[in-house]
């Protein structure tokens, strides 16, 4: 058992932090967020928790959850806390799980494990996993379509994706020739992300390139990863502007 006092010195020694954890005689942690951007996580962990309560209800001590792209532990907690078997978060940087162990150890949180992992890369063992969190990460990814395959092989219940989106691009490409031609629907946006990425932000993917999908998109690749049906979850009221204006999306992918 750590003391306030050493609580407190870890917290300033981990610094800067991106999610705020209150730890209870332990202090808290403060967000390097601006304050009109730290309500993203209130308004993801509630959308999150609308489809986890629903579905799981009153078997949270008989499921596992992966939490993929981790980041500080800030959802990985938060499942723990209800009570599920085993939470297993995986992260790209060193340094979240530094932070995330951390974080939990603080909380008392045991039924949690912390893995350093590429999702382009996910161990099969010790899955599979009833539920799999896969938040804030897509959009940050150079290959999606590999990563969400992945997510899907490790789920066998249901799958929650929040990702910023972009606009819908719909036409007619040539496919062959002048007078063969698919329609498509939905697209994959490449964002270069080198000035975060070179500067070790932790907000971004294992490469400077990033791809961000559309809504219609982000469906059809869940699908094509093996989901059988996909949910988009409504934003609640209150909710923080990107989700409230549909810029940033929840998902729920069941198997």
Not at 50 to 63: E, M, Y
Not at 140 to 148: D, F, I, W
Not at 233 to 244: K, N, V
Request: include cysteine; glycine fraction near 8%; proline fraction near 6%.
């Amino acid at each position: 058992m750590m003391t306030p006092q050493e609580a407190r010195q870890r917290i300033e020694q981990l610094n800067p932090w991106f999610y705020e954890f209150d730890l209870g005689p332990y202090g808290r942690t403060v967000s390097e967020l601006p304050p009109e951007v730290l309500p993203i996580h209130e308004t993801r962990l509630r959308m999150v928790e609308s489809v986890v309560d629903r579905h799981f209800a009153g078997r949270f001590g008989q499921i596992r959850c992966v939490d993929v792209g981790c980041h500080e532990g800030f959802y990985s907690a938060a499942m723990a806390k209800k009570g599920i078997r085993q939470v297993r978060g995986v992260d790209v940087r060193a340094e979240s799980l530094e932070k995330a162990r951390f974080v939990t150890e603080a909380l008392g949180l045991e039924n949690t494990v912390f893995e350093e992992c590429n999702c382009e890369r996910l161990p099969s063992d010790p899955g599979p996993y009833e539920l799999c969190l896969f938040l804030g990460i897509l959009y940050h990814l150079e290959n999606p379509m590999l990563c969400l395959r992945n997510a899907a092989r490790l789920t066998s219940e249901v799958c929650i994706v929040e990702t910023q989106v972009v606009a819908e691009v719909e036409g007619y490409a040539e496919w062959g020739a002048r007078a063969w031609t698919r329609p498509y629907q939905g697209v994959l946006a490449l964002i270069d992300e080198s000035g975060e990425f070179n500067n070790r932000d932790a907000e971004t993917g294992a490469t400077p390139m990033a791809t961000c999908p559309s809504p219609k998109a982000l469906e059809f690749m869940l699908r094509q990863a093996g989901f059988r049906r996909v949910e988009m979850i409504a934003a609640p009221p209150g909710a923080y502007e990107q989700h409230s204006r549909g810029q940033r999306v929840v998902c729920a992918a069941y198997k």
